[in-house]
Structure formats: structure tokens, C-alpha cells
């Protein structure tokens, strides 16, 4: 992992869009989604959207951050 901080600004601006990379955070690290077919554009089947922290989203669904620790680790979110 990086030394990169990352805030909620940017963060956003790794959305999947025009051609930016998808990246959430969970639980304070930011992760590099973007090889992932399912967050395609940004935007994941379950409405879940790139560029955010999911922290939340991520402990209600079926997913979990241990299925994160085989991504890239971008560096840390502060919010």
C-alpha cells in the first residue's frame, strides 16, 4: 500500500468514469477496483457506485473486506 492519503474529494474522482479508475474505500483503505468486471463504468449491479467510501454499504452485503485484501491498496482515506 501507498502513503497516499486520500480525502472525500478525492476519492471522487476515481469514479469509473470517462475513463477514470473505480476506487472505494472500506474501513479507512482505498481499493483499486477497476479490474473487476462488475464495477465496470463505476457503477457495481447492486447500485453501488465507485469513488465513495463503502464502508457501510460493504458490512450490510455480502460483502466484506476480506474479499478486498487480494486488490491494490491505493493508499488511506481521511475522509
Known sequence: MTDKI???E???QYNG???????VAVEGIVYDL?????WEGGK???GLRAGQDLTEAFANSHHTPKRLQN??????YEG
Open 17 to 23: 468514469q470517462d475513463g477514470q479508475l473505480s476506487y
Open 44 to 46: 457495481h449491479f447492486k
Open 34 to 38: 477497476s479490474a473487476m468486471g462488475p
Open 6 to 8: 486520500f480525502t472525500k
Open 71 to 76: 486488490l491494490p491498496q491505493m493508499g488511506r
Open 10 to 12: 478525492t476519492l471522487a
